[in-house]
Structures are given as structure tokens and as C-alpha cells.
């Protein structure tokens, strides 16, 4: 094995990894992620009920619930004003469409 094999080896081992600072930055994107991991488990794990219009209302408030996360996520960590207000006028609408679907649903039971 050659020595600059083994240097170049041994630097990246050494600055492998996200450093402090750079994770602190994309701690929001971090956070999104994990929402979206999550929300994904959520929809996946979902029983479905056979009732194809009631499933699409339970996954599509899931799918919902999830871009309200990741809009209030973008509110508070992205730096963008064009992103913030498009996150804002998101949330507006979701809201209003997991209301419909609230209502919906509450009619099958």
C-alpha cells in the first residue's frame, strides 16, 4: 500500500461527517426529513379500511398534516421571504382542506 494512499484515507476518515456548524445550518433541513419519514410510516402503516373514498380522505389529511410540518419548519428556519410566504399560503389552504376531510370523515362514522 502506498503512503498516499494511506494519507488520503486517513483524511477522509478525519473530516468524514457533517461538522457542528454545518449541521446547525440545515437543522431545519434535518427536521423536514425526519417529518417526512415520518409522515411516509404514518401513511404506509395506515390499515386501509376497503372504503376507497374514506382512505383517500384519512391518507390525503395525513398528506396534509405532513405539508403543514413541513411549512411551519420552513416559517422558522428557512431565510427565503418568496418560500416563507408560499409556506404560509400553504398552511392556509391545507388547514382548510383537512377541515373538509375532518368533516367528511366524521359523517362516515
Known amino acids: 500500500m502506498s503512503s498516499s494512499f494511506i494519507t488520503i484515507a486517513n483524511a477522509e476518515t478525519s473530516t468524514s461527517g457533517p461538522s457542528h456548524e454545518h449541521m446547525e445550518k440545515n437543522a431545519g433541513s434535518h427536521d423536514m426529513m425526519d417529518s417526512m419519514k415520518m409522515g411516509m410510516e404514518s401513511m404506509q402503516n395506515m390499515e386501509m379500511s376497503g372504503d376507497v373514498d374514506k382512505d383517500f380522505a384519512m391518507t390525503m389529511k395525513m398528506h396534509h398534516q405532513q405539508a403543514l ?41
Not at 389552504?93 to 375532518?102: R, S
Open 69 to 109: 410540518d413541513m411549512a411551519k419548519m420552513e416559517i422558522a428556519h428557512g431565510k427565503s421571504p418568496e418560500m416563507k410566504a408560499m409556506a404560509k399560503k400553504i398552511m392556509s389552504a391545507q388547514k382548510k382542506e383537512i377541515a373538509q376531510f375532518d368533516k367528511w370523515l366524521a359523517k362516515q362514522k
